[in-house]
């Protein structure tokens, strides 16, 4: 399959600046590399970290982005998993060491020299990229591109935070009900699970959405629940947050904290977490996360609710993104 020598792509040059368009040159890919046609690439609040300079330490000039889903039109040399034509997934694992402990462990996600798509590796804010065959997924064919993106991160994501909350869930609380949150009820109705949704106070609108998508309660991040929590999940990059879903959860309850950057947490008495209470964070993703939320995901049928933009108005997208004026999740098309 043909491909152009260059590629269009809106650049990070510096945190706290917006985007700027460029035309870059297009390397062939290495021998484990995949080079792919960007068809679609989700816009992820963990993006927003990295352009606002909440995560310090990105690549630059850095192509954001991972939540890609294009089509490989040319392979490296020690490509095998994939062939010209496959549509593939890339999300934020771009590559570990395979030598640390961690590693070692079969704990990939908490690797010690690990790569990170859009971060410290180039991403998909891009008409073309290039990815480790060995970190890329084959994309269920059921979505189209646009839809499938936000399966990348906001899924998996969602998907192991789900997974950390415990096995004995009956009420699950998720506070910030953005792109993680309405794929994650989804997957917690489909267990059979009552999921109270909290957002931003006054935020009926979003509310509304996620007793659309099978919330049994939604309401004020400030509100208490009208039932004890099993369970939690924060989403929302709030610190004052995780007091208020102690509070909500009974004894031996368990709150995930599914971001990668939170505010300070403010103190807070030790009745709340007294009672075998567990407090727990969601660091990156194995690959074993994808492969078996990927495969989940088109049997429940998973449906993503999704704001397309050209890539050119990624700045818009990002915008948006931090007014809280996207219901589900914005996504770039390349088309």
Known sequence: MSHPSTRQAMVL???????????????????????????????????????DGDLTRPKLPLI????????????????????????????????????CRYCRKGRENLCDAPGFTGYTLDGGFTDYTVADQRYCFPMPTSYDPI?????????????????????????????????????TVQVARHFGQKVYAFTVPGDQATQAFARSLGAVWAGDSTSKPPVELDAAIIFAPVGALLPAALAAVCKGGVVVCGGIHMSPVPSFPYDILWGERVVRSVANLTRRDGEEFLALAPQIPIRTEVQPFPLAAANEAMDRLRQGLIHGAAVLTMA
């Open 13 to 51: 040059t510096a945190p706290g600046t917006p985007l700027v368009w460029q035309e870059l040159p297009l390397s062939a890919p290495g021998p484990e590399q995949v080079l792919l046609h960007v068809q679609a690439c989700g816009v992820c609040r963990t993006d927003l970290h990295v352009a």
């Open 64 to 99: 954001l982005g991972h939540e890609i889903v294009g089509t490989v039109v040319a392979l490296g040399s020690r490509v095998a998993k994939f062939r010209l034509g496959d549509r593939v997934g890339v999300p934020w694992l771009g590559q570990t060491c395979g030598q």
């Open 147 to 183: 839809q499938a993106a936000p399966l990348l991160c906001a899924g998996l994501i969602g998907y192991r935070s789900y997974r950390l909350a415990g096995d004995d869930i009956e009420h699950l609380g998720i506070y910030g009900f953005g792109a993680a949150a309405h794929i």
